[in-house]
């Protein structure tokens, strides 16, 4: 079975522009979290998806949004970016309707703002 | 404080040594505890998860969770220079609740 795939890998992007990041999830997965990781703050929760709907929603700005489509993929978009933006962005699909301790991880969007 | 605390290290050993990584946690309503590794520039890798109390062993690697002490433990036996890592705790409520991450532990095995 393909793992988690993410597009694009590596993002370059200037304050004030938005940018919108992909997810397939693993084959049969229909909840997908999306995770921003950095240095300092470690691995935060953005938000969570679950038969295209929201279920779960981190502590993050307005900004940061997201949809889940009917074939489970999903699609996160930042808007106004700011330099503190930069980060890895990770999508993770759980296989249980509703557990989610076992999550798999996409190898991330690794996006700069400059 | 943050409600899942985790050494950053690094943590550096030998080849062949056993590895202790740790993790402690406030919330008490967590039931359910995971562990990934995390090679640089890669997404985390799930290598373990247990519900409640206990150990949980799977080859080279033992979980432990001792509720008690809100405190978990993953020990490497035999470590190798392919276990340098970064190494993830999580814990979860269970249900629809989204784990809680620490920060990382980062592990260099060196030959």
């Known amino acids: 079975k393909a793992g988690v795939t993410q597009t694009p890998r590596y993002l370059i992007k200037t304050r004030g522009q938005q940018v919108t990041l992909s997810c397939s999830p693993i084959s049969g997965h229909r909840s997908v979290s999306w995770y921003q990781q950095t240095p300092g703050q470690g691995l935060q929760f953005l938000f969570e998806?679950?038969?295209?709907?929201?279920?779960n929603k981190g502590n993050f700005p307005g900004r940061f949004s997201g949809r889940q489509f009917s074939n489970s993929r999903s699609e996160m978009n930042v808007s106004t970016l700011e330099l503190g933006d930069s980060a890895l962005y990770l999508c993770?699909?759980?296989?249980?309707?509703?557990?989610?301790?076992?999550?798999?991880f996409g190898p991330g969007t690794r996006l700069l703002v400059l | 404080q943050k409600e899942v605390e985790q050494d950053p290290g690094p943590l550096s050993v030998p080849e062949g040594a056993i590895v202790s990584l740790n993790c402690t946690y406030s919330n008490s309503a967590f039931q359910y505890f995971m562990w990934y590794r995390q090679y640089s520039r890669k997404g985390p890798e799930l290598l373990m998860y247990t519900y409640s109390s206990g150990n949980k062993e799977d080859g080279r690697f033992t979980a432990q969770v001792d509720k008690s002490s809100k405190y978990i433990s993953l020990f490497i036996r035999d470590s190798q220079p392919s276990d340098s890592a970064t190494y993830l705790c999580?814990?979860?409520?269970?249900?629809?609740?989204?784990?809680?991450f620490g920060r990382g532990t980062s592990l260099i095995v060196h030959p």
């Open positions: 998806y679950f038969s295209e709907t929201q279920r």
């Open positions: 993770a699909s759980s296989p249980q309707d509703v557990n989610q301790e076992t999550q798999y």
């Open positions: 999580a814990m979860s409520k269970g249900g629809s609740y989204i784990p809680t």
